[in-house]
């Protein structure tokens, strides 16, 4: 066993494992980098080569005492917080670092909290429907219950987890799962009159933010891809804009005390995401009477971005300006792609725009008929014959 105030131990599954302090997360809880390895004297040495090849040794200081080696419990084996860690530091690099922030604060906040002190053999079916449920009905810090894609993505990280268990043959058999739950809420979508008043407004003032606002209605850009959206990426000859960066505050994992957060730019959501939008005429026509110089911002019209929360209040008061029910800017999204299905637009086309990977996500999460269109289709429908007519036909003709 390594000296007390080193921080390394020997683990349960027989390796060893040492921790060097990066400092504090931004609940002030203390933050570790983790090595592993065969012997004492190689996770010793690693973390040696780190501390001064990183230059962050910490100032000596009383440290916490060392968590004690994972208890045999009745059914015996590692605990799913220290097989969490070594499939979260997997991810470290491998990953964007928006989406390993989420993986860490789902663990931390949601995940740890209900099964981090369980073995991991003995998380089974049961268990994983008991978790999920919880989550589904007061899964919330504040109390409440945590939304369907919040609960998806909970069971998407313990699986992926479990699944690495596997692969270390921690555990033989990777558990089934429960589904996540009932199908999503409905979308809010901008009904035609909003959508006109709304417009109407944005013309009217021509602001660089407004301008913003019309790419997401006519282009289905995403909140941070409007933040990102410089005038270089519009292509003045074909009418089209690149989706290239997008822009999104994180929580910070520095460490750094006073930055519990911070503004990163980096590619879109996911490769599908970087994407070529070709522009109605109209549309393009009145942007390029705002044109600003390629490295301005287009929703700033200066070399600064503005950052999401700031873009998204000043749309909350740019709705009430026009006359519009409250409404997430998000709503623009799905307004546009139920637009383009109501004219007639090819899925296909409209999942690229939208710069998803599946056709299936577009259909499930972004197309809402109206019951006009629903009518307009169903009228369709051959009715029965009477009499040697179509009473489908007949009322057609009468409507």
Known sequence: MGKRGENIRKRADGRWEARAILGKSAGGKTRYKYFY???????????????????TAPVPQPLPPLPPP??????????????AAEWLDTKQNAVKESTYVCYAMALEKHIFPALGDL?????????????LTGMKSCGRLSGGALSYKSVADMKSIVMQILRY?????????????PAAGSRQPEICVLTKQEQEKLEETAIREGTPFCM???????????????????????????????????????MNMDGRPGQKTKVIISAPKTICSLRTIPLPEPVFQLLLRHRQPDEMYVATGTGQY?????????????LRRAGVSDHTFHTLRHTFATRCVEC????????????????????????????????????????????????????????
């Not at 073995?119 to 978790?131: G, M």
């Not at 990426?233 to 290239?244: A, C, E, H, M």
Request: proline residues 4%.
């Open 165 to 177: 268990a596997g692969k270390c043959g921690v555990i033989g058999v990777v558990p089934d799962c």
């Open 37 to 55: 390895g065969a012997s004492y004297q190689e996770v010793r040495q690693k973390k040696k080569t780190f501390l001064e090849e990183d230059g």
């Open 306 to 318: 503005m950052e999401p929360r700031v873009l998204l209040a000043r749309y909350k008061r740019l």
């Open 212 to 250: 913003g606002v019309l790419l997401s209605l006519y282009g289905g850009l995403r909140i941070g891809e409007v933040c990102g959206l410089r005038w270089a990426d519009f292509d003045l000859v074909n009418g089209t804009v690149s989706i290239n960066r997008t822009v999104s505050r994180i």
């Open 344 to 399: 007639g637009v090819d899925i296909k086309s409209l999942s690229e725009i939208m710069g998803h990977s599946d056709v299936k996500i577009t259909l499930q999460r972004y197309v809402h008929p109206s019951i006009d269109a629903k009518r307009l289709q169903i009228n369709k429908l051959p009715c029965f014959r009477t009499g040697g007519q179509s009473c489908g036909q007949d009322y057609k003709e009468s409507a």
């Open 70 to 83: 994972p208890e045999e419990s009745s059914q015996g084996g590692v605990l799913f917080r220290d097989i």
């Open 119 to 131: 073995p991991v053999r003995a998380i089974d079916r049961s268990v994983l429907e008991e978790f």
